[in-house]
T-cell receptor, first 114, second 110 residues
Framework: DSGVTQTPKHLITATGQRVTLRCSPRSGDLSVYWYQQSLDQGLQFLIQYYNGEERAKGNILERFSAQQFPDLHSELNLSSLELGDSALYFC?????????????FGPGTRLLVL | QKEVEQDPGPLSVPEGAIVSLNCTYSNSAFQYFMWYRQYSRKGPELLMYTYSSGNKEDGRFTAQVDKSSKYISLFIRDSQPSDSATYLCAMRSGNTPLVFGKGTRLSVIA
């Protein structure tokens, strides 16, 4: 158990809908990362937050947004969902978000868009 | 050309075999190299971490980085059925985001 929690574990929804994925980092970790994992693209970095502020952005679609709250939990919002958004979404956390730190991954949320 | 290339396998070996997994990359700025292990329906977990070139050993696992060839390897000695998982290489330069390979699926048969 990495100490990172994600809810829900599974999500089934329809095209055009909006969903929110939630992540609680390990105790003491200030940095949260979101990743998308699909069979064809592999694990892709979406966005990073550090202590409530956006620190880095990757291949995140404009339909997706995220935020980190004062209690350090983070939410990833996916809107106008398309079939191609079906994937595993992982959250990871680290203490400060520095390059030499280990990122600890949560168990993921499996999203299926029908 | 993708930044990080990794053969997806699957790779199937008998118990006790030496396993060699590898990745190639194109960005010469990468300095930090990692191997993650991902069991089915779980999140990736860090297995090995190497800075710049060289070897690092941890128990049955050895990570090698050859920056001149832009090639990294993970060796697993005396492989066990519990090593059956997907192995992801990952790398970064400075404080840039991690770039992952697509992963190699390994099965160790008892």
């Amino acid at each position: 158990d990495s100490g990172v929690t994600q809810t829900p574990k599974h999500l089934i929804t329809a095209t055009g809908q909006r969903v929110t994925l939630r992540c609680s980092p390990r105790s003491g970790d200030l940095s949260v990362y979101w990743y998308q994992q699909s069979l064809d693209q592999g694990l892709q970095f979406l966005i990073q937050y550090y202590n409530g502020e956006e620190r880095a952005k990757g291949n995140i679609l404009e339909r997706f947004s995220a935020q980190q709250f004062p209690d350090l939990h983070s939410e990833l919002n996916l809107s106008s969902l398309e079939l191609g958004d079906s994937a595993l979404y992982f959250c990871a956390s680290s203490v400060r978000g520095d390059s030499q730190e280990t990122q600890y991954f949560g168990p993921g949320t499996r999203l299926l868009v029908l | 050309q993708k930044e990080v290339e990794q053969d997806p396998g699957p790779l199937s070996v008998p118990e006790g075999a030496i396993v060699s997994l590898n990745c190639t990359y194109s960005n010469s700025a990468f300095q930090y190299f990692m191997w993650y292990r991902q069991y089915s329906r779980k999140g990736p977990e860090l297995l090995m971490y190497t800075y710049s070139s060289g070897n690092k050993e941890d128990g049955r696992f050895t990570a090698q980085v050859d920056k001149s060839s832009k090639y990294i390897s993970l060796f697993i000695r005396d492989s066990q059925p519990s090593d059956s998982a997907t192995y992801l290489c990952a790398m970064r330069s400075g404080n840039t985001p991690l770039v992952f390979g697509k992963g190699t699926r390994l099965s160790v048969i008892a």
